[in-house]
């Protein structure tokens, strides 16, 4: 299926809400992107989550947490976005960053209906405070 | 399935070698990164090709060109790559260079069993000669 200009704005949408709520907004308002029977796997090759309460489950661990996340590469083709992004997350010890490139797939409401996140701890750096 | 670091290292060679390939190979020499059943699908949303002689054809289109290809950023997680890359073909007429973030998966021997690109033709920008 080929994105409608329509379509692929909503995508660019979502992924921009996506970023930013990584930071500012709960696990439970992040799940809400997520299509009802969406599936999770972060890192890829990790166990599959399915369905919106293991996907909030998932987010939990940033709810308590001082992230930021900042897009620094988009592409959309077809009802897939590929991203790569900056994570900064401020812990009292260190700051940590990671840059994964994430793979979503969306419905035509623009909801996540998959997530990948590609990244391994190599992709970490980590500054003392 | 998490990736043994061998074979994290087999897919980030795979991923230098494709893109070496792009810019000085045949497209057979290319398909031949691929499994023999692998799908290809470019850009994503684009009908699936399978199997190394539709992904030959795929490649021929690159056997007369003058184009190279760099890497800009490489993820590897379990058996799954993606990266965002440059290709720049040099046309008599016109120098065009397209950034997609591709999506490959991998056997644990190294060969590529399916491909998404995802770039739209608002990545691509053209240069007079």
Redesign the interface.
Known sequence: ???TPDL?DRIRAAVITYLDRIGTASSSQIAELYAIDATLED????PTRTGRAEITDFYRGLDNVDAHAELL?L??????????FRVTTNLPQATVVV???D?MTFDQTGHITSM?????PA?MTMTPS
Chains 1, 2 share one sequence.
């Open positions: 299926m080929t994105a692929s890192p890829a090759g990790s590469t592409r959309i083709s077809g009802t897939t976005a590929a991203f790569h840059e994964p490139i793979v990948r996140a590609i990244w391994s992709d």
